[in-house]
């Protein structure tokens, strides 16, 4: 059983570090282990506000498959602690930039760092429909490949939100071939003749007209109501998100943003590296990481090459000076 304790900030902890990483999901914690046993003073800033924190488990990930998320966080926390890794329970509220960074929390502490790793991840934004929100990571799903396998030959029911709501319904129907396509305010007349034949050809059904509720019963999605009052029977419904990353930090720093098919996301390269010198941006923030283990991984590639370009700052001061590092 793994402890849930969190490592809190005291007057011992230093003020000063040489990377801040904000955020403690698969992202921030995955970059914190890399610059842990990298010899780097690390610091991970925690708002406590994991995205899967609705989900019972995780899936997909190789060895840690079907392991609640807050095992797998707590997991990650004792394995930084091991290579002296700091961790505090706190939000930031404010990043400046002067020679280095200097990251202002909410608690009240202000503390800098040469380089900074944003991994504050997104918030997924749902259709006000009722039931929606409330059954989101049980029986309200946006991934087929994180619960598909677990809901597997059920009653499908796909909400439209935009046109991509086919594909959803097409991809869906790996895992069952009962899938029906609710049009929602999307409209039965905003699916293309092309769109149409497809699903036909997939079994997935069309419904037109509005979606007022989900009905649930003994604490279990049991259908779907449409504002005409019918009701359609369906154990699982998947829904496509808007995503919204937390980039406030980010635009606090002038770092430069993009539209994507997706939402707004920072400009970064193939490392994470933003167009602000010095800071990363891993996870979920780049709107192209929305696993856990590409998460996990993203972390990892960002602290290997911050870490990187640190020697070489540091050899380089030195060859200028005529010291040794």
């Given at each position: ?39 780097r003073r690390t610091l991970v800033v925690d708002a406590g506000e994991p995205r899967n ?175 005409d009052g019918s009701v359609h029977a369906r154990s699982t419904v998947f829904v496509a ?85």
């Amino acid at each position: 059983m793994f402890r849930m304790e969190v490592v809190t900030m005291t007057d011992a902890y230093t003020s000063t570090y040489e990377v801040i990483v904000v955020g403690g999901g698969a992202a921030g914690l995955s970059a914190a282990l890399v610059l842990g046993r990298a010899r780097r003073r690390t610091l991970v800033v925690d708002a406590g506000e994991p995205r899967n924190a609705p989900a019972a488990h995780m899936q997909g990930y190789l060895s840690r498959d079907g392991m609640p998320p807050a095992e797998f966080l707590a997991r990650g926390r004792e394995e930084i602690a091991r290579y002296g890794v700091d961790l505090v329970r706190d939000t930031v509220v404010d990043v400046r930039r002067s020679h280095d960074f200097a990251v202002v929390l909410a608690g009240g502490r202000t503390v800098r760092a040469r380089r900074l790793v944003v991994a504050t991840g997104l918030a997924d934004e749902l259709p006000p429909v009722p039931g929606v929100a409330e059954r989101f990571g049980r029986d309200v799903l946006h991934c087929p490949y994180c619960h598909g396998w677990e809901v597997r030959d059920g009653a499908f029911g796909v909400l439209a939100t935009s046109p991509m709501s086919v594909h959803q319904a097409l991809l869906v129907t790996q895992w069952s071939k009962d899938v029906t396509l609710f049009a929602h305010t999307l409209g039965e007349e905003a699916i293309s003749d092309e769109d149409l034949r497809r699903l036909a050809a997939a079994g997935v059904s069309v419904v037109p007209g509005e979606v007022a509720e989900l009905v649930v019963e003994d604490d279990g999605l049991t259908g779907i109501r449409l504002a005409d009052g019918s009701v359609h029977a369906r154990s699982t419904v998947f829904v496509a998100p808007r995503f919204a990353p937390r980039t406030g930090l980010l635009e606090r720093l002038g770092a430069e943003m993009k539209e994507t098919p997706f939402g707004t996301a920072p400009v970064t390269d193939e490392t994470g590296r933003s167009t602000v010198p010095g800071v990363w941006v891993a996870g979920n923030t780049t709107l192209t990481s929305q696993q856990v283990v590409h998460a996990a991984g993203d972390g990892y590639r960002a602290a290997a090459t911050l870490n990187n370009e640190l020697v070489m700052e540091s050899v380089d001061a030195a060859v200028a000076t005529g010291s040794q590092v």
